[in-house]
T-cell receptor
């Protein structure tokens, strides 16, 4: 049981490049979310999903896209990377009204 | 709008001393409340949660938290801190029927031997 798996762990992008951060969970959780963590700001919600085919925006969605075609996968796409998107990104999953979110180990992204 | 405030950015305690980390929330309905811990370079681990019922909740690693509706608080406590407790601690409130978590800015705990 791997839990929540995020890839890659580290990534450096040039401004304007696009990329996809991968997130997969093997716990059959309905809820999945993407957060970014910046110093002194805690974690801020980017996008979330309450099931396959259902996504919605969080606090800071601009510049990011998501889709949820399967229960297991919830990729986060950066459309045109900007230095302001330098951050640590966390994916998390949870059963509905369940035992709390389980977090992945994060992706550290640097945009130069 | 929902929000979470952790008033203490950094706290330093001596090993063996007691610990209390403060958390205040703003939420219109009965909140779902959580405490998470993050060790350096790691993801977040759930310490404990409050959904309803007994306002004193027990978690892992000897932590507990008390929900006080009148004070809009959910403070985390531990009677005796170990050096391995040094980490960053985040309080969060579940919003929108629990499917979204709103986090505080975190409290970084240092433990002196």
């Amino acid at each position: 049981n791997a839990g929540v798996t995020q890839t890659p762990k580290f990534q450096v992008l040039k401004t304007g490049q696009s990329m996809t951060l991968q997130c997969a969970q093997d716990m059959n959780h309905e809820y999945m979310s993407w957060y970014r963590q910046d110093p002194g700001m805690g974690l801020r919600l980017i996008h979330y999903s309450v099931g396959a085919g259902i996504t919605d925006q969080g606090e800071v969605p601009n510049g990011y896209n998501v889709s949820r075609s399967t229960t297991e996968d919830f990729p986060l796409r950066l459309l045109s990377a900007a230095p302001s998107q330098t951050s640590v990104y966390f994916c998390a999953s949870s059963p509905p009204r369940g035992q709390g979110y389980t977090f992945g180990s994060g992706t550290r992204l640097t945009v130069v | 709008a929902q929000s979470v405030t952790q008033p203490d950015i950094h706290i330093t305690v001596s090993e063996g001393a007691s610990l209390e980390l403060r958390c205040n929330y703003s939420y219109g309905a009965t909140p779902y409340l959580f405490w998470y811990v993050q060790s350096p370079g790691q993801g977040l681990q759930l310490l404990l949660k409050y959904f309803s019922g007994d306002t004193l909740v027990q978690g892992i690693k000897g932590f507990e938290a008390e929900f006080k509706r009148s004070q809009s608080s959910f403070n985390l406590r531990k009677p005796s801190v170990h050096w391995s407790d040094a980490a960053e601690y985040f309080c969060a409130v579940g919003s929108g029927g629990y499917n979204k978590l709103i986090f505080g800015a975190g409290t970084r705990l240092a433990v002196h031997p």
